[in-house]
Nanobody, 116 residues
Framework: QVQLVESGGGLVQPGGSLRLSCAASRSIGTIIVMGWYRQAPGKQREVVATVTSGGSTNYADSVKDRFTISRDNAKNTVYLQMNNLKPEDTAVYYC??????????WGQGTQVTVSS
């Protein structure tokens, strides 16, 4: 049932860095796209970054100069390197996978808090 597992969240000071990891189980099936979304209290969930199986990436404007998404296809794992973190980056970050036939999978989320 748990097919995407996130790790790496935590508390960091402004300007600091964190690296999030998301491991997909082998039973998840064929993954077309993996990515990261985030949701702050009282706000809608928004896309942060995505990466296709072929390596094409896309970023939200708010993070494109600070975050880097990458993937390890052999490990079925996607990463999000977050640098120069700002308080407005505070949110629950969710791993996402788009499978064949428009099937989506979501991780449980990991909390990222940026505060001095």
């Amino acid at each position: 049932q748990v097919q995407l597992v996130e790790s790496g969240g935590g508390l960091v000071q402004p300007g600091g860095s964190l690296r999030l990891s998301c491991a997909a189980s082998r039973s998840i099936g064929t993954i077309i796209v993996m990515g990261w979304y985030r949701q702050a209290p009282g706000k809608q969930r928004e896309v942060v970054a995505t990466v296709t199986s072929g390596g094409s990436t896309n970023y939200a404007d708010s993070v494109k100069d600070r975050f880097t998404i990458s993937r390890d296809n052999a490990k079925n794992t996607v990463y999000l390197q977050m640098n120069n973190l700002k308080p407005e980056d505070t949110a629950v970050y969710y791993c996402y996978a788009r499978l064949l036939y428009n099937n989506d999978r979501w991780g449980q989320g990991t909390q990222v808090t940026v505060s001095s």
